[in-house]
């Protein structure tokens, strides 16, 4: 109910979590197919594509962002 009331839907919300949890993971060890699975996501491939798609980076250029 409080989702309907700030306008957003599922989707809205599932991506901005992954969004955030992503941001934070990067910042570890962790290697891409682990966070890949940590986000729910079906394999390292497309951790990539969500990456690019809503981040407009690679997982990769992430962490080297994230590690400079």
Known sequence: RQIHKNGLNFTDLLIECRVKKLKELIQTNLEFHEIAFELGL???SSLNNFSK???NKTP???????TS
């Open 42 to 44: 079906y394999d390292q």
């Open 53 to 55: 798609r809503y981040l």
């Open 60 to 66: 990769l250029e992430l962490r080297v962002l994230a």
